[in-house]
DNA sequence: ATCTTGAAAACTTTTTTAGTTTCTAAAGTT
DNA sequence: AACTTTAGAAACTAAAAAAGTTTTCAAGAT
């Protein structure tokens, strides 16, 4: 029982680093210094690692989700906190992971997708309803349509081609969907909170 | 012959992006549109392609530091460039792709790593004299080992696993790297070049 | 009309990798 | 001290995948 639970971050990482196809059930054992055999004890085949290893990233993400409605004074420190959380996330996305994802793991590709599409999406429409409520964000925008583009700026930012030949660093584009995005939803007020949390936060780490 | 030449940089931009493992001669044909076959008449095997494709990546960056030499007023100006050259180079040398080349293409591993370790060197030992004839880089250092000070840096940066754990990006550490080792170095007047040039060229994109 | 070209796809061969088994050494137990 | 358990190392097998080849077919050129 050498393989501690723990160890299923270590080899999260080692799959996010080197994609699933480069990371061999030899290699990782190689790394993890252990045996072939003793990963084979807890995990009965590749895909039920890979399953775990990359499920565990989707449930902590829900868990770090889940925290912030109690955590967030407003719908806008909330939206910063989302916001930091989902690019720190989303950096461990790299073209490769989501390559071999997609190629020979169509299933957890799916699931992947669906979490963004479905559960993202849908606390992102609450947390666009609840800044309207609280007279941050603009009655008139309909939290559906504006959950919806938030999702195509997080596949903006995953899609490797589209910013690349501008060589900024991503955290720089990740900053001006944001302020674009901000500046369109906001009322004046909101507009002011999203300063003001902004440079108490300090969003540039 | 619909596999024009200028395709090759395709082809080194899909290795990077997707390392030389998820990369298949298959995925290859169907991203660019073209046949296997047509691959096949114009380089012999995979290894030939890779090499072709990740040599020419070597031989730009050359022609890039020979160009430097006549483009610079001065050291300084000089290793700003260069270092900008290099950081941007570096970003493409992606964990999988540096893990795939070690595993298996070891003889193109070794010339990446004598490249590193004897022509960038070279080139940076060059720099440092040159800086010194022109009173901006303080005499009492020796250039050899400065030289390769620079490249254990680089290694540093290569290595993903050193600064994951602050998370902060990449360019930051470069520059936090820079500025500490040019001030190692630097006379006064020679911190004074630094600073005044690295205002004019906007180092940071 | 004939020839060439190259994509598409079927096919073969080789390599790689997943998954299993065997062996051995070390640690703990009785 | 003999015995049992545990896990790593490594050899092994079976299956999958990828490299590389060949055939077919359609479109454009001669």
């Given at each position: 029982m050498s393989l501690a639970p723990t160890h299923i971050s270590t080899i999260r990482e080692l799959f996010f680093r080197y994609g699933l196809k480069s990371m061999t059930m030899d290699e990782l054992a190689r790394q993890l210094g252990c045996s072939k055999k003793t990963i084979y004890e807890h995990y009965s085949d590749k895909k039920v690692l890979v399953h775990a290893a990359l499920g565990g990233f989707l449930n902590e993400h829900r868990g770090e989700m889940a925290a912030l409605d109690q955590n967030s004074d407003n719908a806008i420190a909330k939206l910063i906190r989302m916001a930091a959380i989902g690019f720190q996330k989303m950096r461990n996305l790299t073209p490769t992971l989501l390559f071999d994802l997609q190629k020979s793991y169509p299933e957890l590709w799916m699931e992947l997708e669906r979490y963004r599409k479905e559960e993202i999406v849908g606390i992102f429409k609450r947390l666009i309803e609840r800044g309207q409520q609280e007279g941050?964000?603009?009655?008139?925008?309909d939290p559906s349509v504006v959950s919806i583009m938030h999702l195509q700026h997080t596949n903006l930012l995953l899609?490797?081609?589209?910013?690349?030949?501008?060589?900024?660093?991503i955290a720089n584009i990740f900053h001006n969907i944001m302020e674009v995005f901000v500046g369109g939803i906001t009322t004046p007020s909101g507009l002011e909170v999203w300063n003001t949390t902004k440079a108490q936060m300090n969003l540039h780490p």
């Open positions: 941050l964000f603009r009655q008139e925008i899609d490797p081609v589209v910013f690349s030949h501008l060589n900024h660093p």
